[in-house]
Structure formats: structure tokens, C-alpha cells
């Protein structure tokens, strides 16, 4: 197992019975903590605990001059290729509920963050950008 292989373990395992909460640990914000552990930096320090709902998330973000959560990836982080160039712990993006939310890559699959259901996992295929911390 890879050094980061592992660590990417060690980080799911502190959040197996984790709870969706916006601005507290939703979807970006379940990356943004992975990014922040690999990299020191917290990408989403400027609006972590500053919003009650997605909705109010995405309002912050446009504030600032962003689109959508993954916007912010595409400032900070290499875009890759493809889901097929994916490595375990880079970043994706996928549509979810017709909106994009974000996950940790895992060998074949996406880890990611549900409402309601927690830590999850979806096929890597799903992926419509991948970046790399």
C-alpha cells in the first residue's frame, strides 16, 4: 500500500460515521479536508462554518467570484486528463442530484460524502474532472 493510499485510509476511517452538514462536512468540504491534509493548506478556510445550507455555500462562493465548489479545485489544483489517469487521492468531480459535488478517488471508485447516508462510494466512470493535490 502507498504511503498515500494509506493516509487516504487513515482519513476515511476518522470520518466512517460522519454526517453531512453544510459548511460544516459536506461534499466540498470533505475534499477541501483531504486537500488540507496532504497539502497543510485548507482551501476552504475563507467560508468553512459560514453557511447553513448548500444554497447559502454557493452564494459565498459567487461572492468571491466562483461559480460552483469546483472552481475553486480549478484555482488551486493540476487538472488531469481523464478518470482513466486518476490516481488513488486525487480529487473528482461528479453530478449528483443534477448538481456537481466532489470525492476522493479510491482505485476504482469515488469516496464521497452523502446527505443522509454518509461515506459512500460511486464508480470512478462517474467522474467529469479530476484534479490532483
Same mark, same amino acid.
Not at 43 to 63: F, I, M, T, V
Given at each position: 500500500m502507498t504511503d498515500r493510499a494509506l493516509l487516504l485510509r487513515q482519513f476515511l476511517d476518522a470520518r466512517r460515521t460522519a454526517t453531512f452538514r453544510p459548511g460544516l462536512l459536506d461534499c466540498a468540504l470533505f475534499a477541501a479536508d483531504w486537500i488540507a491534509e496532504l497539502t497543510g493548506v485548507d482551501?476552504?478556510?475563507?467560508?468553512? &462554518?459560514?453557511?447553513?445550507?448548500?444554497?447559502? &455555500?454557493?452564494?459565498?462562493? $459567487? /461572492?468571491d467570484g466562483f461559480a460552483s465548489p469546483a472552481e475553486v479545485l480549478t484555482s488551486i489544483? =493540476?487538472?488531469? /486528463? @481523464?478518470? *482513466? #489517469?486518476? #490516481?488513488? &487521492? %486525487? =480529487? $473528482? =468531480?461528479?453530478?449528483? $442530484? %443534477?448538481?456537481?459535488? *466532489? @470525492?476522493? =478517488? @479510491? &482505485? @476504482?471508485?469515488i469516496h464521497v460524502l452523502r446527505p443522509m447516508r454518509g461515506l459512500g462510494a460511486v464508480p470512478l466512470d462517474r467522474a467529469i474532472r479530476i484534479y490532483r493535490p
Open positions: 482551501p476552504a478556510a475563507s467560508w468553512r &462554518g459560514k453557511y447553513r445550507s448548500l444554497e447559502e &455555500g454557493r452564494d459565498l462562493l $459567487a /461572492a489544483l =493540476v487538472k488531469n /486528463a @481523464g478518470w *482513466m #489517469q486518476a #490516481q488513488t &487521492g %486525487d =480529487v $473528482a =468531480v461528479l453530478i449528483e $442530484a %443534477d448538481e456537481e459535488a *466532489m @470525492g476522493i =478517488v @479510491g &482505485g @476504482g471508485h
